[in-house]
């Protein structure tokens, strides 16, 4: 079956500390990718999505995620996270032509001031 | 940006009752509508798919006659849970795609609504 994989349950960072979240989809053929980010209380909202072209994609509040065909991954990264970024993130693959998001199991950041 | 708003936000039932929830894009159509069930610390699990004017498509184990759904116009989607149970308390969250960017695979989330059956 076709599946999403997030490695990290639960991170813990400090400040200014860098960031990165793995992502691993099971699909072999083309694949659109998002990263979701859900707030304490908030709903789920959309930080960044990949469909084609440039592997390296930049979304908002300074994430950026870098599709690498070759390892199906599908990575999240900021240089420096602030305490703001506490949150939960998913990682999300649709196949291209199809439209049922598959999500991850989420990974919780928590980023201490 | 889109608007997808969820109402309840919280409601609170005793067991046997019917419950419905209703999930609405604010600021453009949606064709297509998703539900889904949010487990405590679990990801999202796709219940089934709501198709504007037609029936809604159910993922493998979701049972369409207790989560009934309706998808009357293309800003209104609702889900009915009959005969509520302590069982199907649940976050459930709906998501919609927006019918002019249908190509776009991205879908737009609602606030989600917890329900508690007791």
């Known amino acids: 079956a076709q599946s999403v994989s997030q490695h990290n349950h639960h991170v813990i960072l400090s400040e200014a500390a860098s960031l990165e979240l793995g992502c691993n989809y099971s699909y072999g053929g083309t694949v659109n990718l998002f990263w979701y980010v859900q707030y304490p209380g908030q709903h789920l909202q959309l930080l960044l999505k990949y469909f084609s072209g440039d592997p390296l994609v930049k979304g908002i509040k300074g994430f950026e995620a870098e599709f690498i065909k070759s390892k199906f991954s599908f990575n999240l990264r900021k240089p420096s996270v602030q305490w703001s970024d506490t949150a939960e993130y998913f990682c999300?693959?649709?196949?291209?032509?199809?439209?049922?998001?598959?999500f991850g199991a989420g990974t919780i950041l928590r980023v201490k001031s | 940006g889109a608007v997808v708003s969820q109402h309840p936000s919280r409601v609170i039932c005793k067991s046997g009752t019917s419950v419905k929830i209703e999930c609405r894009s604010l600021d453009f159509q949606a064709t297509t509508m998703f539900w889904y069930r949010q487990f405590p610390k679990k990801s999202l699990m796709l219940m089934a798919t709501?198709?504007?004017?037609?029936?809604?498509?159910?993922e493998q184990g979701v049972e369409k006659d207790k989560f009934l759904i309706n998808h009357a116009s293309l800003t209104l989607s609702t889900l009915t849970v009959t005969s509520a149970h302590p069982e199907d308390s649940s976050f459930y969250i709906c998501?919609?795609?927006?019918?002019?960017?249908?190509?776009?695979?991205?879908?737009?989330f609602g606030p989600g609504t917890r329900l508690t059956v007791l």
């Open positions: 999300a693959a649709v196949p291209w032509g199809g439209n049922k998001l598959v």
């Open positions: 709501s198709n504007e004017g037609s029936k809604a498509t159910y």
């Open positions: 998501s919609a795609r927006d019918r002019a960017g249908e190509s776009d695979n991205e879908q737009f």
